[in-house]
């Protein structure tokens, strides 16, 4: 049996698509950080100086259109 993870967001999210660069980000905490790559070369998480998520980013959107919906383990403190 596998470990069901529950996350209360409280804060308000900020998204972002840039439709020339399809490029989407996701942002949980605006503030100073860096991106981390992950398993997935299209994604992105981006994390602050403790390691905390607070955002992540996704490549090529477009060629995620007809595809089995991606799925990616941001392992980590939500900042």
């Given amino acids: 049996m596998g470990i ?3 996350y209360i967001m409280e804060k308000e999210i900020k998204i972002w ?3 020339e660069g399809d490029y989407l980000e996701v ?3 605006r503030k100073a950080g860096y991106f981390k ?3 997935n070369d299209a994604v992105m998480k981006k994390v602050d100086e403790s390691g905390s998520i607070i955002g992540f980013s996704i490549l090529k959107v ?3 259109k007809g ?3 991606l799925s990616i383990d941001l392992a980590g403190q939500i900042a």
């Fill in 4 to 6: 069901k993870r529950r």
């Fill in 17 to 19: 698509y840039d439709k």
């Fill in 27 to 29: 942002i949980f905490d």
């Fill in 37 to 39: 790559e992950t398993e």
């Fill in 62 to 64: 477009s060629a995620l």
């Fill in 67 to 69: 595809q089995k919906p």
